[in-house]
């Protein structure tokens, strides 16, 4: 079974839509994430979730809106699509991200959103 | 300065070679560090985790902590081909929920 599942794999768009990005984890853990990875490989936290609490919420557009459904479920909706969205975004979890030895993060498989 | 940082390589190591990757941190205060493997494409895998000075070995790897310097090494012993990927060092500041990754070093094996 897979333990973070994302959806789509790919996606690709023009410039103006509205996308969204689903995330499910059924590792029963508390903590998740959105990370975004550009062309330079470099992983920067969007946004956490704990519980379905927003503890994170990094510099972002508010373009980006996470949304948490329940503690199993992360989305992440994005506006007015623009050509530097384009990257891997990487959903990930975490048994109990705010404690020591308990927030070792699995991540799923990626979303690689082209813009157009 | 960066808050993790990496020599972005590449290293490049012969096949059955120690590789030796490095990463420093900023904040004193970090707790948990991590060491994540990413390959060409995927996404990363959690490999090491270690939170206390000193030395954790897991297989081929062990992990090198050093809170005084703060500093965090991996060592792969005996390096295969299929070790070739970019490594992540990441690091959980005190307190919070933030993780924070450094840009990465990339690591050729050489059959």
């Known amino acids: 079974d897979t333990a973070v599942s994302q959806t789509p794999k790919y996606l690709v768009t023009q410039m103006g839509n509205d996308k969204s990005i689903k995330c499910e984890q059924n590792l029963g853990h508390d903590t998740m994430y959105w990370y975004k990875q550009d062309s330079k490989k470099f992983l920067k936290i969007m946004f956490s979730y704990n519980n379905k609490e927003l503890i994170i919420n990094e510099t972002v557009p508010n373009r980006f809106s996470p949304k948490s459904p329940d503690k199993a479920h992360l989305n992440l909706h994005i506006n007015s699509l623009e050509l530097g969205d384009s990257a891997v975004y990487f959903c990930a979890s975490s048994p109990r991200g705010g404690e020591a030895s308990y927030n070792e993060q699995f991540f799923g498989p990626g979303t690689r959103l082209t813009v157009l | 300065q960066k808050e993790v940082e990496q020599n972005s390589g590449p290293l490049s190591v012969p096949e059955g070679a120690i590789a030796s990757l490095n990463c420093t941190y900023s904040d004193r205060g970090s707790q948990s560090f991590f060491w994540y493997r990413q390959y060409s494409g995927k996404s990363p895998e959690l490999i090491m985790s270690?939170?206390?000075?000193g030395d954790k070995e897991d297989g081929r790897f062990t992990a090198q902590l050093n809170k005084a310097s703060q500093y965090v090494s991996l060592l792969i012993r005996d390096s295969q081909p299929s070790d070739s990927a970019t490594y992540l060092c990441a690091v959980k500041r005190s307190g919070g929920f933030k993780t924070i990754f450094g840009a990465g070093t990339r690591l050729f094996v050489k059959a």
């Open positions: 270690i939170y206390s000075n």
